[in-house]
């Protein structure tokens, strides 16, 4: 915006803000086929997570557990995300898992009865939140397998 400056016209400039430049959001939860613990469903590799039934176990081997929860709860993944996961550990290539999907939202549930665990992935936070009715959850830490 011009203005007058000692009887002279001048101009203000100001530079143009550039928008943050953003990295790609390559988070993602994995259906367990193979490439963690019998006891996790699915996992979110990038936090070192694995979500069981009853619980999430962290790569340290600390639990949070569900208290009293529903011991065969189903987990479901939904919200797609691009691209596929491939996992290759050692030589044998019978054991090596491919073609993994990859999802933005794990759910468990019916942990109680009405209740869901669920876990979205967002730019802020990874969940996890309880959707249902409000109800008075414990939750207990405990140490791993």
């Given amino acids: 915006m011009p203005f007058l400056h ?23 939860f994995e259906p367990n086929r193979g490439q963690s613990g019998a006891g996790v469903q699915f996992l979110l590799r990038e936090a070192g997570l694995g979500f069981a039934r009853d619980g999430v176990l962290d790569s340290d081997g600390l639990r949070l557990q ?9 987990g479901r993944l939904s919200d797609p995300r691009p691209g596929v996961v491939n996992h290759f550990s050692g030589s044998d290539a019978s054991k090596w898992v491919t073609g993994v999907r990859r999802f933005g939202t794990a759910r468990l549930v019916e942990i109680y009865p009405g209740v869901d665990a669920e876990y979205r992935l967002s730019p802020t936070s990874s969940g996890p939140f309880f959707v249902s009715r409000p109800v008075s959850i414990f939750l207990r830490q405990a140490a791993g397998n």
């Avoid at 000692?6 to 993602?28: H, K, N, Q, Y």
């Avoid at 208290?67 to 189903?74: I, L, T």
């Fill in 66 to 74: 569900f208290v009293r929860s529903k011991p065969d709860a189903e």
């Fill in 6 to 28: 000692g009887g002279a016209l001048a101009a203000v400039f100001s530079p143009v803000p550039t928008p943050p430049t953003r990295e790609p959001d390559l988070r993602a």
